[in-house]
């Protein structure tokens, strides 16, 4: 196993022994959406990703060298995320590239990153294509996956014991491949749970009501998304009047669970919703998550800390401990150190599969409930599901 609190012993030995030099510097490449509407995300992003930094520089660097990043906006378009990692591999001449927030602005970095021959981490995109018919020798994913996520989704609905379900997704990749993740995983799990409905709304939809009325009109007990984030508040907020979430659940990816949703829904999160989080700044179920929740609220001013610094936190730990064991950041053998590698995060311990170079990332599910004292929905009780679909 390679702890994230590697001892620096030997990158100083190789700093005297003059294989670095004192002054180079690791340069990471950072794509996140950090200006516009999708700050909400990238900002909390890049909260996770330099603190991760200011922690490897102060532990002495990377083989003994200063970690630097060059950050690029996304701008949420997989256009604009290709031309910054291009530029940032050309120009810049980062040594890794890191990030990524939809599935399709993922997919475009791998791209590049595959034409480049630079390794590309990505921390948050979650379709399946890019560690299976997509997948090539530098890219990386340490966020979880649509199959997993299905089938975790599945599992609910068997464990509820519901009869019939309504699928509604985004029309690209995450949604597309998040549908059939679920279908195997209910093939697997309920195999007698009847589907109604598949729905699928343009990426960047504001207008659900046509969506809403097949659902009421389809007589399904359950409703499986993977609407996130501004999708999941626009829907909530027209589904709520029509009385939808009285008359099914509502199971949902995409996160919701994160306390970016709850906490700017406040009071008008609806009922009867179960959704996931990669981490929940009040629950401290693994080693050193109580450290590391502390220290992000003091970064960002905090007490109720977002859920997407620890995915960009724990990429740049991977780049960390994979430059430490390789020894150097050519790319091949900065690849070859990442396969199977295993790190502590403060949401447990993560390894890469060195066949598909996918992460056994899992994920809390569980209900969205409302608190005494508390104006913002909470998931409780709080189930953690490993990345299995065994």
């Not at 001892?7 to 004192?22: E, H, I």
């Not at 949401?347 to 996918?358: L, S």
Request: aromatic content about 8%.
């Amino acid at each position: 196993m390679v702890s994230i609190f590697r001892s620096t012993t030997a990158a100083a030995f190789m700093l005297a022994a003059g294989v670095v030099s004192a002054n180079a510097e690791i340069k990471i490449g950072v794509l996140y959406p950090i200006a516009g509407t999708g700050a909400v995300y990238g900002t909390p992003a890049m909260y996770g990703h330099n603190m991760a930094v200011d922690e490897v520089n102060a532990a002495g660097g990377i083989m003994g060298q200063k970690v630097v990043s060059f950050a690029r906006d996304t701008k949420l378009k997989p256009a604009a995320a290709a031309a910054a990692a291009k530029e940032l591999i050309t120009k810049e001449g980062v040594d890794v590239l890191v990030g990524g927030l939809s599935s399709a602005v993922g997919l475009a970095i791998s791209e590049v990153a595959r034409q480049e021959g630079v390794v590309y981490i990505a921390t948050i995109p979650k379709t399946i294509q890019m560690t299976t018919k997509k997948l090539h020798k530098h890219v990386f994913r340490t966020s979880s996956h649509t199959d997993f996520e299905g089938d975790a989704i599945a599992q609910i609905v068997k464990k509820l014991g519901k009869k019939s379900v309504c699928d509604i997704q985004l029309d690209y990749a995450y949604g597309h491949d998040l549908a059939a993740g679920i279908e195997k995983g209910l093939a697997k799990h309920a195999p007698n749970v009847k589907k109604v409905i598949d729905l699928r709304s343009k990426l960047g939809a504001t207008d659900y009501n046509a969506q809403i009325t097949q659902i009421l009109g389809s007589g399904c007990d359950v409703v499986t998304s993977g609407l996130w984030g501004s999708h999941f508040v626009n829907f909530a907020q027209q589904a709520k009047p029509f009385g939808l979430f009285d008359r099914v659940t509502y199971i949902s990816g995409g996160e919701i669970a994160s306390h970016e949703i709850a906490g700017k829904m406040g009071k008008d999160y609806p009922d009867n919703v179960i959704s996931n989080s990669y981490e929940l700044w009040y629950d401290h179920t693994f080693p050193g998550h109580k450290k590391f929740q502390a220290d992000l609220a003091k970064r960002s001013g905090k007490k109720e800390t977002a859920m997407w610094p620890v995915l960009a936190y724990i990429g740049v730990k991977f780049i960390e401990a994979a430059g430490n064991k390789a020894g150097t950041m050519d790319a091949d053998k900065f690849a070859a150190a990442l396969e199977g590698m295993t790190i502590k995060t403060p949401v447990g311990d993560r390894t890469i599969d060195p066949k598909t170079h996918q992460a056994n990332t899992g994920q809390f599910w569980g209900p969205m409930v409302k608190k005494s004292g508390v104006d913002y929905r909470v998931m409780s009780p709080v189930t953690w599901y490993p990345a299995t679909l065994d």
